[in-house]
């Protein structure tokens, strides 16, 4: 069965500190991958979605970035984290396979900028 | 730009009551149709997809599809106290997943 990985589970970082998440999936191979952020109460905001090594959307620009050095592992970073960079992330994933596309989570990173 | 949107609420129901969730979108072209459910400070689980125009039952969850009116919808029927949560909408174009700001839901006992 397949798997998603999602680390650290929560994370402080101070203003202007670098981030690295890190997801994985397990058990497919070709998934399409996402993440998300979602800011207390609200809804999920998707930041980017990748749909091979290498192939990265980006949604919304800001100093967030990802990356997707291996089929199954999808990277989201920053240079320098914003106060309002903080919220819950989330990775996701995804397959097409006759016609079923529903998108599964990881555990979320909940990451407070201070 | 493609936009999801729900009723605002919060909604609050009595236990064994019916509970009415409702979800508008805007690409015509979305494809696939999905319900979440989000305990707090919990990530999203999947409760119902939905493919094509029509009801789709499973269990006390049935959601409905209106490509047409670009509608979708969920009732759960006998809510419980457990289904109080956060119950997010989401439509999906070409792997493109966008979700709508969710709904809190109540049951109260």
């Known amino acids: 069965s397949q798997t998603i990985h999602q680390w650290p589970a929560t994370l402080v970082q101070p203003v202007g500190s670098p981030l690295s998440l890190e997801c994985t999936v397990e058990?497919?191979?070709?998934?399409?991958l996402y993440w998300y952020r979602q800011a207390a109460g609200r809804g999920l905001q998707l930041l980017f979605y990748s749909v091979g090594i290498g192939q990265i959307s980006s949604e919304v620009p800001q100093n967030l970035s990802a990356s997707r050095p291996q089929d199954r592992q999808f990277i989201l970073s920053s240079k320098k984290l914003l106060l309002s960079d903080s919220g819950f992330y989330l990775c996701?994933?995804?397959?097409?396979?006759?016609?079923?596309?529903?998108?599964?989570f990881g555990q979320g990173t909940r990451l407070t900028v201070v | 730009q493609k936009e999801v949107e729900q009723n605002s609420g919060p909604l609050s129901v009595p236990e064994g009551a019916i509970a009415s969730l409702n979800c508008t979108y805007s690409d015509r072209g979305s494809q696939s149709f999905f319900w979440y459910r989000q305990y707090s400070g919990k990530s999203p689980e999947l409760i119902m997809s939905i493919y094509s125009n029509g009801d789709k039952e499973d269990g006390r969850f049935t959601a409905q599809l209106n490509k047409a009116s670009q509608y979708v919808s969920l009732l759960i029927r006998d809510s419980q106290p457990s289904d109080s949560a956060t119950y997010l909408c989401?439509?999906?174009?070409?792997?493109?997943?966008?979700f709508g700001a969710g709904t809190r839901l109540t049951v109260k006992p």
């Open positions: 989401a439509v999906n174009y070409n792997n493109d997943m966008r």
């Open positions: 058990g497919t191979s070709n998934p399409n």
């Open positions: 996701a994933w995804n397959q097409d396979q006759a016609m079923r596309t529903e998108a599964f």
